[in-house]
């Protein structure tokens, strides 16, 4: 398998540009990449990467060759699937991505399950909530939650997330209880705002009488991870739009109490990404069938404990 490792690592570089980056990617160091490449060129007898200290740029050779690897790879691993299949025994590694909230709390919980019932698969699961992207990534799966872009990939939705807007009763008692949406601006409230690289703006869309309505919002904090959110609005800082999954065990508990119930947020589409080559592993599929399956009956039951 030598060979196969060696074009894999060749195929991560010129997707990445990135010796040290393809490395990470394949949990090798980036001497060990630089040298399997190396010894692929020299049985190759050409030069696949021209190289300077601030660039790896593939050459026409490396461009040829990247077609033909990626069709060798794709052909073994057609090959070990149609094994898996008869064998019913699906083996590698998985490479998956989620939310920081929903990975934490829905996805991973289910992981130690389907390694027990798969144990000759390996997750490795990223948790960030930057957009990822799928291909250059090397993904196998990645769970998105909300609008999605269009694009070559296959989507498979999950479940709808209930979401709503809520507070620290701290917070109600000092700043009032916003009724509407239109409580919401013209600064008579502080909401708390997650903002991701390239966000130009803060719009909450909310349900209101005439239909979904969006909702210019603004307020003195914001952070690119939710929970960082949820725990200024534990202090009393300000006013939270989140799934309910996220903080059903803060309104169990009353530290967080609904507001503004005449205009909740749409819900939140959870979906599924995933290349289509990637749906006939049997590992892929068995994932994406069995993390739907959990992930709606986890949603569903913190659906109902939205209060009425």
């Known amino acids: 398998m030598a060979y196969v490792d060696t074009l894999r690592v060749f195929v991560r570089v010129y997707e990445l540009g990135s010796m040290s980056s ?4 394949q949990r090798v160091s980036p001497a060990v990449a630089s040298s399997r490449v190396s010894e692929l060129e020299k049985h190759l007898g050409v030069r696949l990467f021209n190289r300077t200290t601030r660039s790896l740029q593939p050459t026409e050779h490396g461009k040829a060759f990247y077609t033909g690897a990626l069709g060798i790879l794709d052909a073994i691993q057609a090959a ?13 590694s998985l490479f998956v991505s989620a939310p920081l909230g929903i990975g934490k709390r829905v996805i991973a919980p289910h992981i130690p399950t389907f390694k027990a019932l798969y144990p000759e698969v390996d997750l490795r699961l990223r948790l960030s909530d930057r957009k990822v992207d799928v291909t250059a990534e090397g993904l196998d799966v990645a ?16 479940a709808e997330c209930a979401r709503l807007l809520c507070a620290a009763p701290a917070y109600v008692e000092r700043r009032g209880m916003p009724e509407t949406g239109r409580d919401l601006v013209a600064d008579k409230h502080d909401c708390l ?22 909702f210019d919002v603004r307020g003195p904090f914001e952070s690119d991870d939710g929970d960082v959110l949820t725990d200024w609005a534990l202090n009393g800082s300000g006013i939270i739009n989140k799934p309910v999954f996220e903080v059903s065990e803060h309104l169990a508990s009353g530290a967080l109490i609904p507001v503004a119930v005449a205009h909740p947020p749409t ?6 990404l ?11 599929r068995l994932l994406i069938d069995f993390m739907t399956a959990h992930c709606k009956a986890a949603l569903d039951n913190a659906g109902t404990q939205l209060p009425r």
């Open 143 to 158: 769970f998105v939650l909300g609008t999605l872009e269009d694009s070559s990939l296959r989507v498979r939705t999950v």
């Open 22 to 25: 393809a490395a990470r990617d």
């Open 274 to 284: 995933y290349q289509h080559k990637r749906l006939q592993d049997p590992k892929v």
């Open 193 to 214: 705002l997650l903002r991701f690289p390239g966000a130009l703006e803060f719009q909450w869309t909310l349900s209101t009488e005439n239909g979904p309505q969006k």
């Open 267 to 272: 819900a939140i589409q959870l979906s599924c």
């Open 80 to 92: 070990e699937s149609a094994v898996a299949d008869l064998t019913n025994q699906p083996r590698g």
